[in-house]
């Protein structure tokens, strides 16, 4: 966690998560507008906490379609030896 003021995110939905983020990019907005450069920096960090979690999710949901040979296409692993 990169700011001390973000909330533990893994408890927020994915609805949740993006609104909230949403929320961010307006304040940040508005922050650049007033010239406000600590605000700017500490919504920035808060910002970067929910990018990495919103990383994270993708990273589990493509982990577990792979495990779970979900994806288009995908009959397992392929041997691609080259005679």
Known sequence: MGHPLTPDLTGFSDEDLHTKRSDLNTRLNY???IGNADMVNQISLMLQDYAFEVE????????????????????????????
């Open 31 to 33: 922050a650049y507008r």
């Open 56 to 83: 994270r999710r993708n990273a589990k949901m493509m982990e577990d379609a792979i495990k779970n040979g979900r994806l288009a296409g995908n009959d397992g692993p392929k041997d691609v030896t080259i005679d």
